[in-house]
């Protein structure tokens, strides 16, 4: 897989991004702000369980709200719930 989208990573050489060094930024950019089409090709290259790993593990600080609830819902997370409240009391805005 190929990173072209720039608006993805405008901070970073897209090009220069490293499948497997940068798994987590790749993995977050693109599950928050991806098409269909990425969202699926990252499935691909890095597996149902790490996607759903980086999803319980990291989804709660790395992902907004709302691709959290997404994610959480579609991957049919367990602790949905907790993970949501855990998302709420972090969060700056409360509403």
Known sequence: MKLREQTLFPEYAASRLNLRGDRFIIIQRILEKGTLEQIVKI????GIHRIKN?????GVKKLSRKSLNFYLTVF???NKDALMKEKLRNSLWKF
């Open 76 to 78: 049919n997370i367990k």
């Open 43 to 46: 499935i691909k290259l890095y």
């Open 54 to 58: 980086f999803v319980t593990t990291h």
